[in-house]
């Protein structure tokens, strides 16, 4: 597939915010630096005045993850489309995909459905809705995704892991990776010590946050002056009720965002300030093979961090060895992880691998 210039161009989504990290400064600015292209964002309400000078935003939705407004959102987003007339729509919400596809066959568009994630398996296996429900919108998101690969010109997959996962790319993929996209210049600040430590981006149960919470109320037992700020969007109401009960009466630790999803640049301060990361994942079927964004941002800036014992990981990070730790986050007993933290802090090196990804791929499609 060959994107032309002078064409006018959709990213689109559901629940992803229009200033969404991945939509706005990984392929819209990464499309606008290559070519001459109209770029529009289709979304959910961004951070509160988001601007830019070459990209406009459309924010349509705003809804609870399992609101009946859902339903309703695709229909918004179709007459979007007929508005916008754009010439390439590019999805990565599977709610969406019918209806690009039947303004494909009414218009004549190129579609391309990035893929962020196996959606079957994080419905599947991340424990996010009851067993009867899981099953029936588990299989639903695939049977969507099916029945339209027909008419997707193109997927670009964000995890190599999902050209062998997801059958029905097949050979119409190309493999565009969430990595660290640095909209503008960030000093990367000399870290101090070992006791701020960080949980970043998605909050979820599958992710680990809860396992976090009981360590650092650990760690701040035996020594006051850690805490942890948290700082991200939690999708499930259920998981940001337990959050506020969690760290009540803890002053020790901080919530930024939660219940709304926090600007990319404001994520990226916080981690300037962090000392250590600490990214306790549950390992599933939904998390293994797969490289989360936060590996990458940890590592292009600096932020030393501990994340959960993993194989794949382990051979992914190990180039990255000073900077990282291997951790079991669910056992009982915490005794040796303060000199774990230590010794992250003393052998950390200045490892920096920024680099212009998305635009060196734009430029070759």
């Known amino acids: 597939m060959r994107l032309d210039t002078k064409r006018r161009i959709v990213i689109g989504s559901v629940l992803r915010p229009v200033d969404d990290h991945r939509m706005y400064e990984k392929l819209g600015l990464g499309l606008l630096a290559c070519h001459k292209h109209e770029i529009h964002i289709v979304g959910s309400l961004g951070k509160k005045g988001v601007r830019s000078k070459n990209i406009a935003f459309h924010e349509l939705f705003n809804f609870e993850r399992l609101s009946g407004r859902r339903f309703l959102a695709p229909i918004s987003f179709f007459r979007k489309l007929i508005q916008l007339k754009p010439e390439v729509v590019i999805v990565n919400s599977p709610d969406i995909l019918i209806v690009s596809c039947a303004y494909k066959i009414i218009f004549g568009s190129l579609l391309v459905y990035d893929v962020l994630e196996n959606y079957y398996a994080n419905v599947m296996f991340a424990n996010t809705y009851r067993a009867f429900v899981r099953h029936i919108l588990a299989h639903s998101v695939r049977f969507v995704e099916q029945v339209t690969r027909p008419f997707i010109d193109e997927y670009w997959i964000a995890e190599r892991a999902y050209k062998e996962e997801l059958p029905f790319v097949r050979s119409k993929f190309r493999i565009i990776e969430n990595k660290f996209a640095l909209v503008s210049d960030v000093l990367v600040r000399p870290r101090r010590g070992i006791y701020r430590l ?5 909050i979820a149960e599958s992710y680990g946050i809860f396992n976090a919470i009981a360590l650092v109320k650990y760690l701040h037992s035996i020594d006051p002056r850690f805490e942890l700020t948290i700082v991200g969007f939690a999708g499930q109401l259920s998981v940001r009720k ?4 969690e760290v009540s009466g803890c002053n020790f630790i901080s919530l930024v965002g939660i219940d709304r999803y926090v600007g990319h640049q404001d994520i990226i301060r916080y981690i300037q300030n962090a000392d250590i990361g600490l990214l306790p994942y549950q390992v599933n079927e939904a998390t293994v093979n797969r490289i989360p964004t936060k590996f990458y941002e940890y590592l ?10 993993e194989p794949f990981w382990e051979k992914e990070l190990l180039p990255y060895s000073s900077q990282v730790r291997f951790y079991n986050f669910s056992q009982v007993c915490y005794d040796g992880f303060i000199g774990l933290l230590t010794d992250l802090y003393i052998n950390t090196n200045t490892i920096n691998f920024r680099s212009s990804y998305y635009t060196t791929i734009f430029s070759k499609l």
């Open 242 to 245: 337990r959050l506020v009960e």
């Open 300 to 309: 292009a800036l600096l932020l030393p961090f501990v994340v959960a014992k």
């Open 198 to 202: 960080l949980y970043s981006g998605t």
